[in-house]
C-alpha cells in the first residue's frame, strides 16, 4: 500500500511539475497548480524515507536535497510573496525539485520498466547516461527560460 501510494502521489507531483514549471515559462501564476506541486512532491520525498533502508545512499541524498529545496520554494512562495531575489529563489527552487522527481523516475524507469532494465541492468550504462543528460539539458533550458520570462504582477 505505501508503494502504491508513494507512486501515485510522485504522478501526481510531476503531473502537477508540468503545469507549474509551463505556467512559469508563461509568466503564469497557478496557486492551485503550485499548491498541489509542492505538497505531491513534499510527500513524494517525505514517504521515501518510509521504505526500509539500512544506509545512506542516493535516494536518501536525492530525497533530503529535495525536502531543503521544496522548503525555500515554499517561503519564496508564501511567506516572500515572490518578492524581489526571492522570484528567483522560487523559480529555481522550483525547476530543482520538479527535476529531482524526473530524475528519481527515469531511474526507476530502467529499473522496474522491462523493456528499458536491459539498457541499464545495474542503473548505469550508456544510454541511461544518455538519458539522465538530456533530463537535465531540458530542465536546464525550462529553468533558464522559466527566470527570463517569469515577472508576477501581483504576490500571490
Known amino acids: 500500500m505505501l508503494l502504491f501510494l508513494h507512486v501515485a502521489v510522485s504522478i ?3 503531473l502537477s511539475g508540468v503545469a507549474v514549471v509551463s505556467g512559469l515559462v508563461r509568466n503564469q501564476l497557478l496557486p492551485l497548480w503550485t499548491a ?5 512532491t513534499f510527500a513524494t520525498s517525505a514517504s521515501g524515507y518510509l ?3 539500512h544506509t545512506i545512499g ?3 541524498i536525492v530525497g533530503g536535497v529535495s525536502l531543503v529545496t521544496l522548503v525555500l520554494a515554499c517561503f519564496a512562495y508564501y511567506a516572500r510573496r515572490l518578492v524581489g531575489p526571492w522570484c528567483t529563489t ?3 527552487s522550483a525547476v ?3 527535476y529531482l522527481n524526473a530524475f528519481v523516475g527515469v531511474v526507476q524507469a530502467f529499473d522496474k520498466i522491462p523493456f528499458l532494465h536491459p539498457l541499464a541492468p545495474h542503473g548505469s550504462g550508456p544510454v541511461f ?3 539522465q543528460v538530456a533530463l537535465f539539458t531540458l530542465f536546464g533550458a525550462l529553468g533558464f527560460r522559466a ?9 500571490p
Open 147 to 155: 527566470r527570463a520570462r517569469f515577472h508576477p504582477k501581483r504576490a
Open 129 to 131: 547516461a544518455l538519458a
Open 36 to 40: 498541489v506541486f509542492i505538497a505531491s
Open 90 to 92: 522560487y523559480v529555481v
Open 96 to 98: 530543482l525539485a520538479f
Open 12 to 14: 501526481v507531483g510531476l
Open 58 to 60: 542516493p535516494p536518501q
Open 51 to 53: 521504505f526500509p533502508s
